[in-house]
């Protein structure tokens, strides 16, 4: 009978002498089995009070299909203007290079020098980089790895892009594209 059900819940005794997880995975399972129990036709009711879990197989509710919002070449522009004032020249063209080519944020860290075909001395519609690693600030430092599922490829940059490119090279030494001009993680 369901007021049996209650008694015992109420019992301080017969929890007490548990934790509260064991009896309430106690509870559980008893009351799954006397669900079971009336879906047999064995009781008429439950006699454990229900709660409002569902059992069995997971089922994700009918939701929206996720959109990616893809930005207009305004947008890019705007935040590479915003990246300028906190960055500086290499913030604007990380963002530029981002936006225009699709490179991931660890790809960009993890450019050499040495795969950027850029400059005046090239055709402007000649300039293009090279993807063949990503940086990763790990333990150890900062250390280049293979670029995510093997995704060496070649891009092609627009004219623009390819000069400000070759300005950042110019601004430093140093054989990433980010530089050393801070210590820090360039992707900050």
């Not at 007021?3 to 309430?24: E, F, I, L, T």
């Not at 959109?67 to 906190?86: E, G, M």
């Not at 250390?143 to 093997?150: E, R």
């Amino acid at each position: 009978m369901p007021v049996d059900g209650a008694s015992h819940q109420r019992a301080a005794s017969v929890r007490a002498a548990q934790a509260k997880n064991y009896a309430d995975s106690i509870e559980m399972t008893f009351r799954m089995i006397m669900g079971d129990a009336v879906v047999e036709g064995l009781f008429g009711v439950n006699p454990v009070p229900a709660q409002s879990r569902r059992r069995g197989r997971y089922e994700p509710e009918d939701s929206a299909e996720d959109t990616y919002v893809y930005p207009d070449p305004v947008q890019a522009l705007l935040l590479a203007d915003n990246a300028r004032v906190i960055r500086g020249l290499i913030g604007e063209v990380m963002i530029l290079v981002m936006a225009y080519t699709g490179m991931r944020i660890a790809e960009i860290a993890g450019l050499r020098r040495e795969f950027c075909w850029v400059g005046p001395d090239r055709d402007p519609w000649d300039q293009h980089i090279r993807v063949e690693h990503q940086g990763h600030y790990l333990k150890g430092g900062f250390k280049l790895h293979p670029p995510k599922y093997s995704s060496y490829r070649t891009l092609i940059l627009p004219p623009f892009l390819g000069d400000l490119l070759w300005k950042v090279l110019e601004s430093h030494e140093a054989e990433r594209l980010p530089g050393r001009a801070r210590q820090a993680d360039p992707r900050r």
